[in-house]
Nanobody, 126 residues
Framework: QVQLVESGGDLVQPGGSLRLSCAASGFTLDYYTIGWFRQAPGKEREGVSC????????IYADSVKGRFTISRDNAKNTVYLQMKNLLPEDTAVYYC???????????????????WGQGTQVTVSS
């Protein structure tokens, strides 16, 4: 069955870095666009970044541009989110998700995704 498993979340000081991983199984990762979302306590879920199946298209939320980098290693069935210069407002549970349909375009809307991971907690605090 399709599974997405996030890892790499941790407690980090402001200005620090983390790399999140999203391990995919049960489908051919090469064919699918993958997105990262986050949800902070009391806030709506927001799209953070997305990478297309062909690896030629990426999108970022304005709040993370220049600080976060999304990448994928299809041979390892894994998508990464490198996060630098972390801010307290980056504190949230981070989820990866698969866009519906083969070779679909990137999307910042959760309704365009069909499978989600369980999430990994990122806490930025001194």
């Amino acid at each position: 069955q399709v599974q997405l498993v996030e890892s790499g979340g941790d407690l980090v000081q402001p200005g620090g870095s983390l790399r999140l991983s999203c391990a995919a199984s049960g489908f051919t990762l090469d064919y699918y666009t993958i997105g990262w979302f986050r949800q902070a306590p009391g806030k709506e879920r927001e799209g953070v970044s997305c990478i297309s199946s062909s690896d030629v298209s990426t999108i970022y939320a304005d709040s993370v541009k220049g600080r976060f980098t999304i990448s994928r290693d299809n041979a390892k069935n894994t998508v990464y989110l490198q996060m630098k210069n972390l801010l307290p407002e980056d504190t949230a549970v981070y989820y990866c998700a698969r866009v519906m349909g083969i070779r679909a375009l990137c999307s910042g809307y959760g309704r365009h995704y069909d499978y989600w991971g369980q999430g990994t907690q990122v806490t930025v605090s001194s």
